[in-house]
């Protein structure tokens, strides 16, 4: 009977769901051959590890945008992939895609990402001979990292939409597919990734005194709305609408609706991210990376080995998964650790 159950979830998804849907029992399968679940289809499974993942409760204490806040309301970068969680879903079960894969691809897509946010990611990219990319960085969490060394063996599709989810600030909806993930689940986190932190940072900005909501440029408002609901609301809609409308088995927005999320994002690049109030936070955690790295390289004190690495893997290599994997609040603590003194205390 157990066997059934997966089965009956398999044949309720190939009933379903739309012909673009990516289906569990379709998979391309994993990196290493194992026995299927029981109860849980494939996708299904892979959200799970993802969600019991020790990276994935690292990300609570990983910056977004706002450095170690001590506020209640700042986001994390576990906030951060809950809500593009969230987003991706609803556009996912509109679209009558597979909600396992979409909620797996968006839990996981970060996980690979460093303390302080990207400016700890440009720091490594900066000192690791081979460059450093957080994307690339999850896929080493979930392939090699997690569980000491075994991996948490996702599926393809899943290790696909976390390596291909980033756009930096390449278009949004690319005319060349290579740029995107295989699977349309996948696309959907990728837009899902931009619509959820240009409208958290925007909020978290506005909630930090760094803009005021009156510096929203007018024609910005008046398109997406006035408020953090209403904006995202706005691109989600569209999204939809679009898609379902041409039904051409790839995501469509609105020229109008792409062209101001771009504006809003060089907004937010211009008077949030490159802003002093949290650029000059970020020049300091930048110095805390390099001398970590710089004294990791040559000391094996303070060294938690994360996984026993093949004989000849580079040191190089090593510390640059020791830090990646730091939360931010780890970081500085064995930064006052190991260069500020120790008051002296005489007994």
């Not at 289906?23 to 849980?40: A, D, H, K, W």
């Not at 060089?266 to 008077?271: E, I, K, P, V």
Request: charged letters at 30%; proline letters at 3%.
């Amino acid at each position: 009977m157990d066997l059934e159950i997966r089965k009956q979830l398999e044949e309720r998804e190939a009933q379903n769901l739309s012909p673009y849907a990516t289906l569990s029992r379709n998979t391309r399968g994993r990196m290493r051959p194992e026995e299927e679940c029981v109860i849980r289809p494939a996708f299904q499974r892979d959200r799970d590890r993802i969600i019991h993942s020790k990276a994935f409760r690292r990300l609570k204490h990983k910056t977004q945008v706002f450095l170690a806040p001590t506020g209640d309301h700042y986001r994390t970068r576990l906030t951060h992939v809950l809500e593009v969680s969230q987003i991706a879903r609803t556009i996912s079960d509109a679209l009558h895609l597979n909600d396992h894969l979409t909620e797996a691809i968006a839990l996981g897509h970060d996980l690979g990402h460093t303390p302080f946010g990207h400016a700890g990611e440009s720091v490594l990219n900066e000192l690791y001979p081979k460059g450093f990319h957080h994307y690339n960085q999850s896929l080493r969490v979930v392939d090699l990292l997690e569980k000491k060394g075994k991996g948490l063996n996702l599926t393809f599709e899943v290790r696909n939409g976390i390596a291909k989810h980033s756009k930096g600030r390449r278009d949004i909806l690319p005319d060349d597919i290579s740029e995107l993930p295989a699977t349309l689940e996948g696309r959907v986190v990728r837009v899902a990734d931009i619509i959820a932190y240009l409208n958290h940072d925007l909020d978290d900005a506005i909630r930090a005194g760094v803009i005021a909501e009156s510096q929203i440029p007018a024609a910005l408002q008046k398109q997406f709305g006035a408020s953090h609901s209403e904006r995202i609301g706005t691109m989600v809609h569209d999204l939809i609408v679009k898609t379902l409308t041409e039904d051409s088995g790839r995501l469509v927005m609105s020229r109008d609706i792409l062209d101001g999320m771009v504006e809003l994002r060089s907004f937010l690049y211009d008077n949030v991210y490159d802003s002093y109030k949290v650029h000059d936070d970020f020049i300091k955690a930048m110095k805390v990376m390099r001398e970590l790295y710089d004294y990791f390289l040559n000391h094996d004190d303070h060294w938690e080995h994360i996984i026993d690495y093949d004989e000849g893997t580079p040191r190089e290599r090593m510390v640059c998964d020791f830090i990646a994997g730091m939360t931010d609040r780890y970081a500085l603590d064995l930064y006052k650790t190991i260069f500020l003194p120790k008051p002296w205390s005489v007994m």
